[in-house]
């Protein structure tokens, strides 16, 4: 099921959390074809966390078969854990295992965060500047990824961006690195800026538990919107699809 709340944003749901995987594995692809077609390269930043670890499993199996052009893609990431690169519990090293061993992507156009370094906001303010230097900048100044791809918590975090942060509020720094709370432990996340300016950005979020910041994000209560960081995502010039499962959407009345 499709609804579309203006030309910017498109709501898809599925039935079940692998059907939404499908959806947005085409989304996916086609944003990556478009952006090489167009441009000549994609330049993408990979979600960590539970929910695309399905997708990259699929965009593998469905390799060579589905012709992405993976030679022209440059892979960058949206947030790390402050683990080493081959830690399990990397954002890096889960996309590497599901995904980036299985498709032709030139090693030296996959750029991992170095969250476990000494100086975090040294590493952060180098990733900033590597990405200013290889993903060009809009009429802003800010760098256009052509693709982010975006998962949810419960508590409507995404990247590394959670409630009650000061990320949250961050405005010139495109990488931070900053202690979140409510883990215990550091984080390294792009900020919204660098987000809402992607081209094309795919939120997919699956699971009963994220049923209530769904109904938030697409609710009309900006009071209630406030309490979930996801609700910030809104690309000024870009594609916002998002894509729910039956469960995620349960609260609302996009799916019986």
């Not at 079940?16 to 692809?29: G, I, Q, R, S």
Request: glycine share 6%; hydrophobic share 40%; aromatic share 6%.
């Amino acid at each position: 099921m499709t609804t579309e709340s203006n030309t910017e944003r498109r709501v898809l749901v599925e039935p079940t959390a692998a059907e939404a995987t499908e959806v947005a594995a085409e989304l996916f692809k086609t944003a990556v074809c478009d952006s090489v077609g167009e441009r000549g390269k994609c330049r993408l930043a990979l979600a960590g966390g539970t929910t695309p670890h399905a997708l990259y499993q699929l965009l593998a199996e469905q390799w060579p078969a589905a012709e992405v052009p993976w030679p022209d893609v440059e892979v960058f990431f949206g947030d790390e854990r402050n683990v080493p690169q081959d830690d399990i519990e990397s954002n890096y090293g889960m996309a590497q295992r599901t995904l980036l061993d299985h498709v032709p992507v030139p090693p030296h156009q996959i750029h991992p965060m170095s969250a476990d370094a000494e100086d975090l906001d040294a590493a952060a303010a180098d990733y900033e500047q590597m990405i200013r230097h290889i993903v060009p900048a809009g009429s802003d100044g800010i760098p256009k990824f052509d693709l982010v791809l975006l998962g949810m918590g419960g508590d409507g975090h995404t990247a590394s961006l959670f409630p009650d942060t000061e990320a949250l509020h961050e405005r010139s720094r495109l990488v931070v690195s900053h202690f979140v709370q409510v883990l215990g432990r550091h984080r390294m996340t792009v900020t919204f800026p660098l987000i809402n300016a992607g081209r094309n950005v795919i939120l997919m979020v699956t699971g009963d538990d994220k049923a209530e910041a769904v109904a938030a994000l697409l609710g009309d209560d900006p009071q209630r919107k406030k309490r979930f960081p996801a609700a910030a995502v809104q690309p000024a010039e870009g594609k916002l699809f998002l894509v729910l499962d039956a469960d995620a959407a349960r609260l609302t009345d996009l799916y019986p």
